[in-house]
C-alpha cells in the first residue's frame, strides 16, 4: 500500500517509433503533480529493434512475441536500475498490436513486456497493463495521457482551454479546459488519436534513403505537397469516425504506396503535410478552439511538420517546453503519473478519453516476492 500524500514514482515508456525507452520521475498525489525529477533514456540496439520490429502485428502465443517481451523487459530493468528513488514503477511496456475495434478478431490489444518479471528484477510495485482493461470495459484503451495533460496544465498555470499534440509514430490530441475542477469533470477533456505522424515519415526515409528520420524535417521543407494525396488520405473512414478513437501504428501503412510516384521530397513534404492535415481535421471535434496547441514528442523537432501545422490551424503552435515541460519524457511522466492514480484507485480513462462507457481505473500491480 502507498503512504498518504504524495510519492516519487517512475515511468516508463517504449513508444511506436521503436527507438528506446523513455523513463522519467515525477513526484505526485496522484491528483496533483508537485514536481517533475530526474529523467533517463535506453535506446534499442539494432538487434533488439529487429525483434520488436519482427513482433508488430503479433498477438500473445504468436512466434516472436516473447522474444520481443525479453528485449522490452531487459530494457526496462537495465534503464530503471538506477532510477529506483522511488515508491513505484509505472510501465506501459511496447504496444504491438492494438485493435479495440476488433477489426481483425477480438476487441483487444497487446503491450508486450511483464510487469510481475519486472517488481521481481527492481524490487518495487509495478503498475502495468494499463490499457487492457478499458478495451475490455468497451474504450478504446488510448489515449491514455490525457488525464496527466489536465494535471500539466494545472501544474503550468493555464487558465483558458489548450490542446496538447503528442507526435509519435501516431498523433494524439488533448482538448483540456483547465478552469474545470478534475479531468474526470463533464466537459474539462476531450482526447483522441489524430491519424499516423512520424511513422509514415520514418517509413519513406528508411526506404528512399537509408536513415531513420527527417531530421528537421529539411527534406520536406525542400519539397512540394500533392494536395490530391492529402485529400485523398482525408477521406479514410478513420476521419469520419466522431472520437474517442484510436488508431494502430500499421493502419496506415498503405499511405507509403500513395506518395509511390512521388520524388523523395515531394513524397516526405506530402506525408508531412496529410500528418498535420490529420491535426487540422481532429481541431473539428474541439468544444472551443484552443488558446494554443503545445506539441510533445519527436515531432515537434521536424520544422516542417510544425511549419505545416501552423498553416491548417487558426491557433498558435507552440513546442511544450514554451509552458515549461519536457516533450521527450511527457509519456513516461504521464506512465508514473498514472501508475499513482491506479495505485490510489483513482480512475484513467472515461467516456470522453477512450470511449470506456463510466470513468476507469485500468492497471495491474505486480509486487516483488
Ligand atoms: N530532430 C528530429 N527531426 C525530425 N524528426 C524527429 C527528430 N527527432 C525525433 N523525430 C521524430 O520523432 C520520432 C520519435 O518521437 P517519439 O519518441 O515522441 O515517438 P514514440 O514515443 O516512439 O511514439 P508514440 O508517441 O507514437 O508512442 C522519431 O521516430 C522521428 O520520426
Ligand atoms: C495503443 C498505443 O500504445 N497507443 C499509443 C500510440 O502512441 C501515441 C498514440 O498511439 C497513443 O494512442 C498511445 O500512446 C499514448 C502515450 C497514450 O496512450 O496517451
Not at 500524500?5 to 520521475?25: H, I
Not at 513486456?113 to 528484477?121: K, W
Not at 469533470?185 to 537509408?210: K, S
Not at 514554451?322 to 480512475?347: C, H, K, N, T, W
Amino acid at each position: 500500500m502507498l503512504k498518504p500524500g504524495p510519492v516519487w514514482a517512475v515511468g516508463a515508456m517504449s513508444g511506436t517509433s521503436l527507438d528506446g525507452v523513455d523513463a522519467a520521475l515525477v513526484l505526485t498525489d496522484g491528483e496533483r503533480i508537485l514536481d517533475f525529477g530526474r529523467t533517463d533514456y535506453r535506446s534499442y540496439s539494432k538487434e533488439e529493434r529487429s525483434a520488436l520490429r519482427a513482433a508488430l502485428g503479433c498477438w500473445p502465443g504468436d512466434p516472436g512475441v516473447e522474444e520481443a517481451a525479453e528485449v522490452v523487459e531487459t530494457a526496462h530493468a537495465e534503464l530503471l536500475s538506477s532510477l529506483l528513488d522511488v515508491a513505484l514503477v509505472g510501465f506501459h511496456g511496447q504496444t504491438l498490436a492494438h485493435d479495440p475495434d476488433g477489426r481483425a478478431g477480438p476487441r483487444r490489444t497487446h503491450q508486450a513486456g511483464s510487469g510481475e518479471v519486472l517488481a521481481e528484477v527492481l524490487g518495487r510495485p509495478v503498475v502495468w497493463d494499463f490499457r487492457s482493461t478499458d478495451v475490455e470495459m468497451g474504450g478504446q484503451g488510448a489515449p491514455l495521457a490525457p488525464f496527466f495533460h489536465f494535471a500539466c496544465a494545472k501544474w503550468a498555470g493555464l487558465s483558458a482551454p489548450v490542446a496538447f499534440l503528442n507526435l509519435g509514430g501516431v498523433g494524439n490530441v488533448t482538448w483540456l479546459d483547465p478552469r474545470q475542477s478534475g479531468p474526470e469533470a463533464e466537459g474539462a477533456v476531450l482526447a483522441f488519436d489524430t491519424g499516423p505522424a512520424n511513422a509514415p515519415i520514418n517509413d519513406l526515409m528508411r526506404a528512399r534513403r537509408g536513415v531513420d528520420c527527417d531530421e528537421g524535417g529539411a527534406l520536406a521543407a525542400s519539397g512540394r505537397v500533392d494536395e490530391q494525396v492529402v485529400e485523398d488520405f482525408l477521406s479514410h473512414r478513420f476521419f469520419h469516425r466522431i472520437p474517442p478513437k484510436s488508431l494502430d501504428r500499421n493502419d496506415f501503412h498503405d499511405l507509403l504506396e500513395a506518395v509511390r510516384d512521388l520524388e523523395d521530397a515531394d513524397a516526405a513534404a506530402t506525408l508531412t503535410a496529410c500528418a498535420a492535415a490529420a491535426v487540422a481535421r481532429g481541431f473539428e471535434h474541439f468544444p472551443d478552439p484552443p488558446r494554443a496547441l503545445y506539441v510533445t514528442g519527436g515531432g515537434r523537432l521536424n520544422e516542417a511538420l510544425m511549419v505545416a501545422l501552423t498553416r491548417r490551424l487558426n491557433c498558435p503552435v507552440a513546442p511544450i517546453e514554451d509552458i515549461g515541460l519536457d516533450g521527450d519524457m511527457l509519456e513516461a511522466q504521464a506512465f508514473a503519473y498514472l501508475a499513482v492514480r491506479v495505485a490510489r484507485g483513482l480512475p484513467t480513462s472515461g467516456p470522453t478519453t477512450t470511449g470506456v462507457a463510466g470513468l476507469i481505473g485500468g492497471g495491474r500491480i505486480s509486487y516483488p516476492d
